[in-house]
């Protein structure tokens, strides 16, 4: 199958907004490259090895790309793409924004990011690796081995590192988790490890959940984690889970918070990332309109998470 890959230079500011236009026209998948956090992982040697080049984008500024199939509703989702962000022209930081395309096989695509995906340490305990790298684990260590490939989520970025750190501070063992978004299933995985005794994944997007699926049989956790196809928290109405985790962004999450606070009891956490910072008042705003305290506030860059405790 063709995609066509479609390329934006903007400001680390509009990610989360982009990233809903992505969505909303049909796109699978995005790739962010800001040259700011792969600069800080070199520093940092937080990568065993790496060849990567830091993109050429201006600072403060990221390149997002997102994928499209070449089928009979490409040009009608790239004339909605244009009026989204016509529409936005005028507002501050929006404007002079320029679409490149380029044409890719899936296996071009599938394999491009591999370079910048390294085995990493990104919690006190959890290592993620790609599958085909090899890492031994040290001390006590949890290593999750994920292949993205069409799906969101290799787990080293802010927003799910965020999560995952919390989910070591906050998850307690035999505890049922709801992963809201799974993507490639990283934090579903992660629940798993830290001693969930039951965790439910779910995401709307076909291929992450066959990707996720692949990601917990590798990591031999089909017996506690469950992948399904649904829309948010749609049909789990009857279930009371401990933690609901959810790294998605600021709309969505909004949205499916009367889900949570219908199904979540008293004193149950919601873990929510994927928060752009500019967002992250009107997230804890629309928290406490849904009867829930807010625990913790998690910071990195311009990226937040929440902690919140249903009351």
């Not at 291929?207 to 469950?226: C, F, H, Y």
């Not at 109405?237 to 401990?242: A, K, R």
Request: net charge negative; with cysteine; hydrophobic share 45%.
């Amino acid at each position: 199958m063709k995609w066509r890959e479609l390329s934006i230079t903007t400001w680390q500011a509009n990610m989360d907004a982009l990233s809903d236009i992505f969505e909303s026209v049909g796109a699978i998948g995005m790739v962010v490259e800001d040259p700011q956090l792969i600069a800080d992982y070199i520093a940092s040697n937080s990568w065993d090895h790496y060849d990567v080049e830091i993109p050429d984008v201006p600072p403060g500024m990221v390149r997002l790309k997102a994928y499209l199939p070449v089928d009979s509703r490409l040009d009608e989702r790239l004339n909605l793409l244009q009026h989204e962000l016509l529409a936005r022209e005028n507002t501050e930081g929006w404007s002079g924004h320029t679409v490149t395309f380029n044409d890719l096989l899936e296996e071009d695509w599938a394999n491009a990011w591999k370079a910048f995906f390294k085995p990493e340490k990104v919690g006190q305990r959890i290592v993620i690796r790609p599958s085909w790298e090899d890492y031994e684990a040290k001390d006590d260590e949890l290593v999750i081995s994920i292949d993205p490939g069409m799906a969101f989520g290799t787990g080293n970025h802010p927003t799910t590192v965020m999560c995952i750190r919390a989910l070591e501070d906050y998850l307690n063992t035999d505890e049922l988790v709801m992963d809201v978004g799974t993507g490639s299933g990283v934090l579903a995985i992660t629940a798993a490890l830290l001693g969930a005794s039951s965790v439910k994944a779910f995401d709307n997007d076909p291929i992450a959940v066959n990707v996720a699926r692949e990601n917990v049989a590798m990591n031999e956790l089909d017996s506690i984690v469950k992948v399904e196809e649904k829309d948010l928290l749609q049909g789990v109405e009857e279930e009371s889970p401990d933690i609901i985790v959810a790294n998605i962004v600021a709309d969505i999450i909004i949205r499916f918070l009367p889900q949570a606070q219908q199904i979540l009891r008293s004193g149950k956490l919601l873990i929510t990332s994927g928060i752009i910072q500019h967002r992250l008042d009107e997230v804890v705003e629309k928290l406490t309109d849904h009867n829930f305290i807010v625990e913790e506030l998690i910071s990195h860059g311009e990226w937040a998470a929440i902690v919140a405790r249903r009351e």
